[in-house]
Every structure is written in structure tokens, then in C-alpha cells.
């Protein structure tokens, strides 16, 4: 559970309030083979003064995140075959928002998986006949907690 909260904190930590930035853009997912991939596992990110270039690992692939990025709104496009361009102008009220809607689903997805893991304890306490499903409880309301804390302060960060 501490490293899912961990991983939520990473997340959060690349993303901006002033501006679009590279840990930012990672933490979107691409559609692959049936499959949502962050960006940051398939591409490389790097900022090049006013834009933001996406290189994936695998050019066929850059279809696939130009469409992610499209889809949330972000002004992406394919630089050439190998690589994708993202503008980065000033930040608007409707952007903020966008941020904050996705810091609030990185949230959710955070809880989620610390519920999933939450369950398995549970089922593997049951299995065994041995353990204390208290302590994974509270285990489980302490990351949730915590992840809560981590939202509220970047949505703060924001300015929404």
C-alpha cells in the first residue's frame, strides 16, 4: 500500500501548476494492442524550451499518443515520424481544470489499488486462518489518508 502512495506522490510531483511539464505529460495513458500504457513507459519526455518533445521507444506508437493527447485536450501533434510535439503556452482557467480533474483521477486510481490490495490481504488472511484483518484495515484507511493529503495539496498547488 506504501508504494502505490509512493507512486501517487511521483505522479503528483511532475505535475505543474504554472505550466504543462514533462512529468505531466508522463503520467497520461496511450491505447496499445488493447492495452492503456503511461507515456513515460513507451516514450522519452523532454522539454525543449517552449514545447514539450515525446519521443516513443517504438515509432509506430506515435499514433497512438498523439490521440492520447488529443484526447485530453492537449495541443499534440506528430513532429515528424518518430516523434511528438507539444506546445506549452500559458496556463488558462480551463486547463486548471483539466489539471485538477486529473489529479483527482490519479487520486482515484490510487485508491483503487490500494482497495485491490486491501482485498487480496484479506483473501489470503481467510486462506491461511491466520492474521489480522484490523491491522489491514487500518493499513488500508492510513494509505487512503495519505493519498487524500497528497490530492488536497495539489489541487491546492493548482488553484482550483
Same mark, same amino acid.
Given at each position: 500500500?506504501?508504494?502505490? !502512495?509512493?507512486?501517487?506522490?511521483?505522479? +503528483?510531483?511532475?505535475?505543474?501548476?504554472?505550466?504543462?511539464?514533462?512529468?505531466?505529460?508522463?503520467?497520461?495513458?496511450?491505447? =496499445? +494492442?488493447?492495452?492503456?500504457v503511461v507515456i513515460g513507459k513507451l516514450a522519452s519526455v523532454t522539454s525543449r524550451g517552449d514545447r514539450i518533445v515525446i519521443t516513443p521507444f &517504438?515509432?509506430?506508437?506515435?499514433?497512438?499518443?498523439?490521440? /492520447? =493527447? #488529443?484526447? /485530453?485536450?492537449?495541443?499534440?501533434?506528430?513532429?515528424?515520424?518518430?516523434?511528438?510535439?507539444?506546445?506549452?503556452?500559458?496556463?488558462?482557467?480551463?486547463?486548471?481544470?483539466?489539471?485538477?480533474?486529473?489529479?483527482?483521477?490519479?487520486?482515484?486510481e490510487a485508491k483503487v489499488a490500494v482497495r485491490s490490495i486491501r482485498q487480496d490481504?484479506?483473501?489470503?488472511? /481467510?486462506?491461511?486462518?491466520?492474521?489480522?484483518?484490523? /491491522?489491514?484495515?487500518?493499513?488500508? &484507511?492510513?494509505? !487512503?489518508?495519505?493519498?487524500?493529503? =497528497?490530492?488536497?495539496?495539489? =489541487? #491546492?498547488?493548482?488553484?482550483?
Open positions: 500500500m506504501q508504494t502505490t !502512495v509512493r507512486h501517487l506522490a511521483e505522479q +503528483r510531483a511532475g505535475i505543474r501548476s504554472g505550466t504543462l511539464s514533462v512529468g505531466f505529460v508522463q503520467t497520461f495513458r496511450a491505447s =496499445l +494492442r488493447r492495452n492503456s &517504438d515509432p509506430a506508437n506515435v499514433p497512438a499518443v498523439v490521440k /492520447a =493527447l #488529443a484526447d /485530453a485536450r492537449m495541443n499534440a501533434y506528430a513532429l515528424d515520424p518518430r516523434t511528438v510535439c507539444l506546445g506549452i503556452p500559458p496556463i488558462s482557467g480551463e486547463q486548471r481544470a483539466e489539471l485538477a480533474k486529473h489529479v483527482k483521477k490519479l487520486g482515484e490481504a484479506r483473501k489470503e488472511i /481467510a486462506a491461511r486462518g491466520r492474521g489480522s484483518e484490523r /491491522a489491514v484495515q487500518e493499513a488500508t &484507511d492510513a494509505a !487512503v489518508v495519505e493519498i487524500e493529503r =497528497l490530492v488536497k495539496a495539489k =489541487l #491546492a498547488e493548482v488553484g482550483t
